[in-house]
T-cell receptor
Framework: DAGVIQSPRHEVTEMGQEVTLRCKPI?????LFWYRQTMMRGLELLIY????????DSGMPEDRFSAKMPNASFSTLKIQPSEPRDSAVYFC????????????FGPGTRLLVL | AQTVTQSQPEMSVQEAETVTLSCTYD???????LFWYKQPPSRQMILVIR??????QNATENRFSVNFQKAAKSFSLKISDSQLGDTAMYFC??????????????FGQGTILTVHP
């Protein structure tokens, strides 16, 4: 089993640039979650999807952030334009049954915005 | 809203000894799930153990076990025979099985555990 796959693993960009983070959930899982981890705020849920449909995006910090899940095997989190305060580790996780099953995390994308 | 509190920012233990990490939570729900995740320096979030609130029996996974006290809203993790590879940040997490926060994982602040040789 490949587990949750995220790319890129590291991203360094300049303020104002567009950043796209990618996630492939575990095959057969129908719930997908995007988290952000910072020293100041810890781990926080940004958005989650069930059967490719966004269920709750109340954790998305502002309009500069957007997420899509065009099919069951792919999701993106986009930041446009990026700012230094967006620097964090972004995790994608998936589970087989929303709220009922364990969430399995990808390795994360470490984002640095200069 | 649910909250998860880990009151021990850092803990240390000698190799082969036992250590217990504390976690308390606050919820008005009756049906939920609790987890311990481990985050080593690689930053990967690794599931350690899971407990369903409706089960009275405490979960165990090899050297890892929990003490789940539902009335007290307490969920501690015991690591027996500590190994150097157990050195990591440990997060307690809550997942509501229903209600408005259905499906969301709420994390505690984390406890840094260091195992000394």
């Amino acid at each position: 089993d490949a587990g949750v796959i995220q790319s890129p693993r590291h991203e360094v960009t300049e303020m104002g640039q567009e950043v796209t983070l990618r996630c492939k959930p575990i095959s057969g899982h129908n719930s997908l979650f995007w988290y952000r981890q910072t020293m100041m705020r810890g781990l926080e849920l940004l958005i989650y999807f069930n059967n490719n449909v966004p269920i709750d995006d109340s954790g998305m910090p502002e309009d500069r952030f957007s997420a899509k899940m065009p099919n069951a095997s792919f999701s993106t989190l986009k930041i446009q334009p990026s700012e230094p305060r967006d620097s964090a580790v972004y995790f994608c996780a998936s589970s087989s049954r929303q709220g009922q099953e364990t969430q399995y995390f990808g390795p994360g994308t470490r984002l640095l915005v200069l | 809203a649910q909250t998860v509190t880990q009151s021990q920012p850092e803990m240390s233990v000698q190799e082969a000894e036992t250590v217990t990490l504390s976690c308390t939570y606050d919820t008005s729900e009756n049906n939920y799930y609790l987890f311990w995740y481990k985050q080593p320096p690689s930053r990967q979030m690794i599931l350690v153990i899971r407990q369903e609130a409706y089960k009275q029996q405490n979960a165990t996974e090899n050297r890892f076990s929990v003490n789940f006290q539902k009335a007290a809203k307490s969920f501690s993790l015991k690591i027996s025979d500590s190994q150097l590879g157990d050195t990591a940040m440990y997060f307690c997490a809550f997942n509501n099985a229903g209600g408005t926060s259905y499906g969301k994982l709420t994390f505690g602040q984390g406890t840094i555990l260091t195992v000394h040789p």
